[in-house]
């Protein structure tokens, strides 16, 4: 939903307030431990608090309805932009969906693939769980592929450990357009009375082709005004080619909760009373941006050069680094142990050290080495049980370092309302934040672009809610946010800050509506920002699903329709392939031509299997197609679609 996260992505965020505030946190009783109990299966799910390590119950990803849709980069919001291809970075077109910019911001607009401690399901399993999913679309020279396989047991009621395996590569359909991912998630988790441990090892490397971008729009939507030879995709002249991006690191996450309690004599179970937290998190990440095609990399980007021009020219790719090492200590007082304790209480300290290598002009330094170090305290107070009042409320604040003075402060509360038979809920969110830039907004320096800025702190007000209707499957969510000096990008593609207010007001629908067979799912956004010059946004935005299902023989449910995404027409932000940020133009409008699939969507005892054909709309609306994703970037054209899901239960 639209509202339940308040874009707590980031280096010095504090823990993610979302619908998991409802949930009930364990940390050592077996006896309450009930996350995500699938009974047949015999597994429970979590995701952890980054910080406190709290476990917070989760659900996997076993639905049918929408399962292909998921698989393609349109599913990961109700309406992203992208340069084109599976595996390329992405921007949600929907505010309140972006997430923070963090301390390394190339690696940002990968949301939708990184894989991070806050996001991943841990597990525990009675028996060995193995499930492999593939998708694959396109011919032998555009074809796409993406393979993704988890395995994970059990040794004993206490420790699972498990493998995490993504493998992404996508040719594209377009030239220079390449993606290939490997990810990797080594992880594993220690539940018991007294201990509780979770550690999340990543190994990642990304590497993404550039084209700048089709040099034509009229190939797509005028393509009887061009070259009549010229009939594949693969043939449209672009800005340049043989340019990449490569992003590759390491990510070492351990979280350990120690409890303090006593054993009940009535019925001999452990009763935690504190916990004592410790917290460690490293981070390796390095960027390059590498061309053999400099003549047309130059004239796209006017012929810039900030380096040294007596040394530039030997270097073969723009790079930096980064390193973070955090450690974080708290203790935490448990709700529940005793008739007067309503409420989990906790307290932390976190130290933050960060190295950033970055390029520099100085003939005999090449690269420059800056260290920064910040030191945060906060706390969480926290009502997860109750029948009729929840909330939780998260605070930090930046002692003196780099980030000094930095303020975080958010919460959430809910009710739930008995009503026809069912229960509603009704959560009010909000959040205020007073933010130093990050690092790379302020320095950086490559070939081809550079700048030192000395940028105010961010100053952000959000309030919203939402309410859920059960009964009639309807959500309504409602946000509004104040921002005062928004760093975002400009036309140049560097960094720039607007000194003065911004206002985003946005509302969201979800409603699904089933008539015997028959199901129509729909989500709509509509949203307004006070500055479309500095932070355009389409006015609305909307997903809609149609869909007939029916069962064939008892254990075959098929799902066959058809589904689109549209949004109205802005000025989109455009792509910048040097730092892999999305950037402001004023030049073209992208919009109000819609991503139509056609589907069949299956489910067949432990396998889910789909067969789309993907962007329909060409055959549909005639001529003059107009499928762009951003300015010069369009999607796949029309084309078949397959994956499977399947679960192994040894």
């Not at 292909?68 to 992208?82: Q, W």
Request: charge should be neutral; aromatic fraction near 14%.
């Amino acid at each position: 939903m639209l509202f339940t996260a308040l874009a707590c992505y980031g280096q010095d965020s504090i823990p993610v307030l979302s619908d998991s505030i409802l949930q009930t946190p364990y940390y050592g009783d077996s006896t309450s431990f009930k996350p995500a109990v699938d009974t047949t299966k015999h597994r429970n799910y979590w995701n952890i608090s980054p910080i406190t390590g709290a476990v917070i119950p989760a659900r996997p990803d076993t639905f049918l309805t929408d399962y292909f849709n998921r698989t393609n980069v349109e599913g990961s919001g109700v309406s992203v932009a992208y340069p084109g291809n599976l595996g390329l970075p992405m921007e949600s077109r929907v505010f309140f969906e972006r997430p923070e910019r963090s301390e390394f911001m190339f690696f940002d607009n990968f949301w939708a693939y990184a894989k991070t401690p806050e996001k991943f399901q841990f597990t525990n399993t009675k028996i060995p769980f193995t499930n492999v999913a593939y998708q694959s679309s396109g011919s032998r020279e555009n074809k796409e592929e993406r393979l993704q396989a988890l395995m994970s047991m059990n040794f004993g009621k206490s420790l699972n450990v498990g493998l995490d395996v993504d493998y992404l590569y996508a040719r594209g359909f377009y030239r220079s357009q390449a993606a290939k991912h490997t990810d990797w998630v080594i992880f594993g988790n220690y539940i018991a009375d007294r201990h509780q441990l979770h550690v999340f090892i990543n190994p990642s490397s990304y590497t993404n082709a550039e084209n700048g971008g089709i040099e034509d729009s009229r190939w797509i939507t005028n393509p009887d005004e061009m070259d009549s030879r010229n009939t594949s995709t693969q043939t449209i002249p672009t800005a340049f080619s043989d340019t990449w991006n490569y992003i590759n690191g390491q990510r070492y996450f351990l979280n350990y909760r120690y409890n303090l309690g006593f054993t009940r004599e009535s019925d001999s179970v452990f009763v935690p009373v504190s916990s004592i937290i410790y917290n460690f998190d490293m981070e390796n990440r390095k960027h390059r941006f590498f061309t053999r095609d400099s003549a047309n990399v130059n004239r796209f980007y006017n012929g810039a050069n900030y380096l040294n021009p007596l040394w530039a020219t030997d270097l073969p790719d723009d790079s930096t680094q980064w390193r973070s090492v955090s450690n974080t200590v708290g203790l935490a007082m448990r709700e529940g142990f005793s008739q007067w304790a309503k409420f989990d209480l906790t307290a932390y300290i976190r130290n933050d050290l960060r190295r950033f290598n970055i390029m520099d002009n100085d003939e005999s330094v090449r690269y420059g080495t800056k260290n920064v170090s910040s030191t945060f305290i906060g706390g969480e107070l926290a009502k997860r049980t109750g029948k009729i009042l929840r909330y939780r409320a998260a605070a930090s604040l930046g002692l003196p370092g780099y980030n000094q003075g930095d303020i975080r402060l958010a919460g959430a509360v809910e009710t739930r309302i008995p009503i026809l038979g069912d229960t509603a809920s009704v959560t009010a969110r909000g959040s205020l934040k007073n933010t130093s830039p990050a690092y790379y907004e302020n320095h950086y320096h490559s070939r081809y672009l550079s700048w030192n800025n000395n940028f105010n702190h961010i100053t952000r007000v959000f309030a919203g809610g939402e309410i859920e209707l059960p009964q009639t499957h309807t959500k309504i969510g409602l946000g509004v946010e104040n921002m005062t000096d928004y760093i975002y990008f400009a036309e140049t593609g560097m960094p720039q800050q607007y000194g003065g207010n911004i206002q985003i007001m946005a509302a969201s629908v979800e409603q699904n509506v089933k008539l015997g067979a028959l199901h129509w799912d729909n989500e709509a956004v509509v949203q307004k920002s006070s500055n479309d010059a500095v932070l355009p946004l389409p006015a609305w935005c909307l997903y809609s699903s149609l869909f007939v299902e029916i069962k064939i023989v008892k254990a075959l449910t098929v799902q066959a329709g058809v589904n689109a995404h549209v949004w109205a027409r802005y000025y989109s932000s455009t792509y910048e392939p040097a730092t892999q940020q999305f950037k402001l133009q004023h030049d073209t409008k992208t919009g109000e031509y819609p991503l139509v699939c056609g589907y069949l969507n299956c489910h067949l005892k432990q396998t889910r299997f789909f067969i789309e054909y993907y962007n329909l709309a060409p055959m549909l609306l005639g001529n003059n197609p107009n499928y762009f994703s951003m300015p010069n970037y369009p999607v796949n054209p029309p084309g078949i679609r397959m994956g499977v899901s399947i679960d192994f239960h040894n």
